[in-house]
Structures are given as structure tokens and as C-alpha cells.
């Protein structure tokens, strides 16, 4: 991969480490390189996230469809709250299609 980012192993190895950021257009390279969307291979872990955006007329975004965009940490933590409360929602549900089986 390295190799066709055009950039050293160990510079690589540094982005893929987090030590540095990956940048839009080393995504969109990347997205190419393995012939898929830029939203099967980016994992958001510091609350930025991907948004359809089809009127881009920023020039890093010509031609994409996607915005990056920080969400506020309110956000971001009622977000986790309401997943919290869907999973426990799920496990109880689960347990209880268990149990009516039997």
C-alpha cells in the first residue's frame, strides 16, 4: 500500500499507527486502490464523520460526494448514549426470543 501512495514504509507505517493523519486525498487514493467507497474503509474515532454532500464547491472536494464535518461532542455523546441503550434493548430482546424458543 505503501508503495502506491507513492510514499516510504515507515511513512506509511506512521499513518497507519495515528501518528500522523491520513489525509483526504491519501483517502481517496486509497479508496481507489482497492476499488471500493471511501465509507467501507474509514473508521471515524474522533467524531468526524462522513456527510452526502452533492453541491461540494470546495476544490479538495471536486468530484467527491463527501464532506467531512466535526460534530459537536453533545452530539457525539447523546449519539453513544441512545447506541448504549439500543444494544442493552437488543440483548434483552434476544434473551427473551431465547427463552420463549424453549
Known amino acids: 500500500m505503501a508503495g502506491m501512495l507513492d510514499m516510504s514504509q515507515s511513512q ?3 499513518r497507519e499507527s495515528g501518528v500522523i493523519r491520513i489525509s483526504k486525498k491519501e483517502w481517496d487514493k486509497m479508496d481507489k486502490i482497492l ?6 474503509i474509514y473508521e471515524p474515532e474522533d467524531g468526524v464523520y462522513i456527510i452526502n454532500y452533492e453541491n461540494a464547491t470546495n476544490s479538495d472536494y471536486a468530484g467527491s460526494h463527501n464532506h467531512f464535518c466535526q460534530l459537536p461532542d453533545h452530539v457525539l455523546d447523546t449519539m453513544k448514549k441512545y447506541i448504549d441503550k439500543l444494544e442493552k434493548e437488543i440483548a434483552h430482546l434476544e434473551e427473551e426470543l431465547k427463552r420463549l424458543k424453549k
Open 35 to 40: 476499488n471500493t467507497d471511501l465509507e467501507d
Open 12 to 14: 506509511y507505517s506512521r
